[in-house]
């Protein structure tokens, strides 16, 4: 246990204390104290001087010292009645307060709030840790020493290009001097790109754990603090520390918050997010390429940072870290079930399947999920069913079941659900629906229809786009044929549909009347799933021609819809029945009716990555 540190401050107030405590006690001990009626006697004798007269009481000294002390007090009695006492012969005095305690406390109480008040701000305005104010510029950096950093590349899955990049970073730290053999020089900063969840943070401290050197870790909302210039200070001491301990990594995480583009504040140069970042770019033109430190910064907006930490000799290599693949996705899983008892039956390739668009952190909650999920039901191990509830929690939300319907509703709903897996089967030929449900889940789903893809797609056809829109819109088209009317269960369905048409319109020129052109910039959604609209540069003509073209396309993937539904009017009716009373169909329940549909082409619409459908 290590002993308490002795802090000056409460020896400041202790040592104060003390000094006044026995400044007011000799103070009360040097001064006599002696009744009135005696006073006057003295007076009359003229054994004393320099009287001061106060309202209530009189101070004085004596001629002669008595008993050691050279002043008296005494209290004042009002003359008309000494005057009496005096003539009748009586002795009588003032009442004296002898204790010392008021004093105390007009002198110590006020010294001891001033001091708890002075300690409180110090420790609220230098979070930084033990030093008070003057720690406050320190860097906050969390550093890992070389037996701490124990994740290493096994711990790394689905992400082999990133890692194959990083390697030539591992070789440097570990043998600076074979790599430079040649003339070659590191880059001194290595920027990972990629969607939140992809695993940045976990690849950078691999590369320290394979390396075996220390890692600096810090967040870049770290840096900036309330007083001016404490970033910049930071920065300083960072990179200090840095130089001590070489080789080694720094690692910036959320770089974006420190790296912002300057000239984006409202305060202009004076901002300190702006000082601090002119402080980094400075120590990272400062420190030697051959010392042995990398810098290390993540990012999921690298469209905000500043062109000048990207240029050469900054961040000299960017590394995507992107959304693991179907290949990925089984590797990461087979990271992550190493923890947990798997029945025989579990295939991580079909739960891969199951899991388009999902990344490492995705994967790693869907495990912990389905190991609750197999808790709950006191399960010995974890079945491939409890997957597929951890899949349905996480894409459509957690099951309402208090969530009562009328049965017309639930009907309707039913009918919905159905519509979207029939035109599915329709279009795509092969019938790859996964599951349906009319169980309500999430916030506003009454049901969902789960698709499986059958591998992961990066191109798309016009043809397949517009198959997408037809499974959009087959809810709303299977309402129209059973019941002749429109509901607004399919909002979330209308809205996914125009938006598909928009940009085949606008983005794709897949219309022909308007020529190969852009009329609208790709929004920066791979990353920060924000889309961010640039203003109209076209007339209002174009703008009038555009709304036309993505009317046609919708109205004309709706009536395609309707006529697929139509022809398959008696398939619909028996499995929204069989939907009505079982609540949810499985792939073995709905290829009974499935497999009934003709297909209409040889689009495979269910290998584009889908969405449950969502009432």
């Not at 790394?156 to 074979?178: N, R, W």
Request: hydrophobic share 45%.
């Amino acid at each position: 246990m290590k002993n308490p540190r002795f802090h000056l401050t409460y020896f400041l107030i202790a040592a104060m204390a003390i000094w006044i405590i026995h400044g007011v006690w000799e103070q009360a001990n040097a001064v006599a104290q002696i009744p009135y009626s005696e006073l006057q006697t003295l007076i009359t004798e003229k054994k004393v001087t320099d009287l001061v007269i106060e309202k209530d009481r009189i101070e004085g000294k004596f001629v002669e010292p008595r008993e050691g002390k050279a002043r008296f007090v005494t209290t004042r009695v009002e003359p008309e009645l000494a005057a009496q006492l005096d003539k009748a012969g009586v002795k009588y005095a003032g009442r004296i307060d002898n204790s010392i305690l008021p004093a105390i406390l007009s002198w110590v109480l006020p010294a001891v709030i001033f001091f708890g008040i002075w300690a409180f701000l110090q420790r609220r305005m230098a979070q930084s840790g033990p030093g008070g104010l003057l720690s406050i510029g320190n860097s906050k950096a969390k550093v890992y020493v070389e037996h701490d950093t124990k994740t290493t590349f096994r711990d790394v899955a689905g992400v082999d290009e990133a890692k194959a990049e990083l390697e030539e970073i591992v070789a440097f730290l570990k043998d600076p001097k074979s790599v430079g053999r040649l003339g070659a020089q590191m880059p001194k900063g290595v920027l990972l790109v990629g969607p939140p969840g992809t695993g940045k943070t976990l690849l950078a401290r691999a590369i320290a754990g394979e390396a075996g050197v220390p890692f600096f870790s810090m967040s870049g909302s770290e840096f900036v603090e309330l007083f001016v210039g404490v970033g910049a200070a930071r920065v300083r001491d960072l990179f200090e520390q840095a130089r001590q301990k070489a080789p080694c990594i720094i690692f910036i995480d959320e770089l974006d918050s420190l790296g912002r583009a300057r000239g984006s504040g409202f305060l202009g140069g004076h901002d300190e997010k702006e000082q601090t970042l002119n402080q980094l770019l400075a120590e990272m033109d400062g420190f030697d390429p051959t010392s042995g430190i990398i810098l290390l910064g993540a990012t999921n907006r690298p469209e905000v940072l500043d062109p000048a930490l990207l240029r050469a000799g900054r961040f000299d290599r960017q590394v995507l870290v992107d959304k693991p693949d179907r290949k990925g996705r089984t590797e990461i899983l087979k990271v992550h079930i190493a923890k947990v008892q798997l029945a025989a039956e579990v295939e991580l390739e079909k739960i891969a399947a199951l899991t388009p668009g999902f990344t490492g952190a995705d994967l790693k909650n869907l495990v912990n999920e389905a190991a609750l999920a197999a808790t709950r039901r006191k399960g010995s191990d974890i079945t491939m069913a409890d997957f597929t509830s951890a899949v349905e929690r996480i894409v459509a939300g957690l099951e309402k079941r208090s969530r009562i319907l009328d049965p017309r509703e639930r009907k309707i709903v039913a009918v919905h659900e159905c519509g979207h897996a029939l035109v599915s089967a329709a279009v795509s030929g092969d019938g790859k629906v996964h599951k349906v449900s009319i169980i309500p889940r999430g916030v506003g789903a009454l049901g969902y229809t789960i698709q499986r893809p059958t591998e992961d797609r990066y191109l798309m056809t016009k043809e397949e786009l517009e198959s997408k829109i037809q499974v959009l819109l087959g809810g709303r088209a299977a309402e129209k044929v059973v019941f002749n009317h429109l509901s607004t269960g399919a909002a979330d369905d209308l809205v996914k549909a125009t938006e598909i048409a928009r940009s085949m319109v606008m983005r794709f020129a897949m219309v022909p009347s308007l020529g190969p052109l852009a009329f609208d910039t790709e929004p920066n959604t791979f990353l920060n799933g924000a889309a961010i609209r640039s203003e109209r540069r076209h007339s209002e003509e174009t703008a009038r021609e555009i709304d036309l073209a993505v009317r046609k396309i919708v109205e004309d993937a709706f009536d395609k819809t309707i006529q697929v539904l139509t022809q398959s009017r008696a398939a619909l009716d028996e499995m929204a029945a069989a939907l009505l009373e079982k609540e949810t169909l499985d792939e073995s329940e709905l290829a009974v009716y499935l497999n009934r549909v003709a297909p209409r082409s040889s689009t495979l619409a269910s290998e584009i990555q889908p969405q449950p459908n969502s009432l």
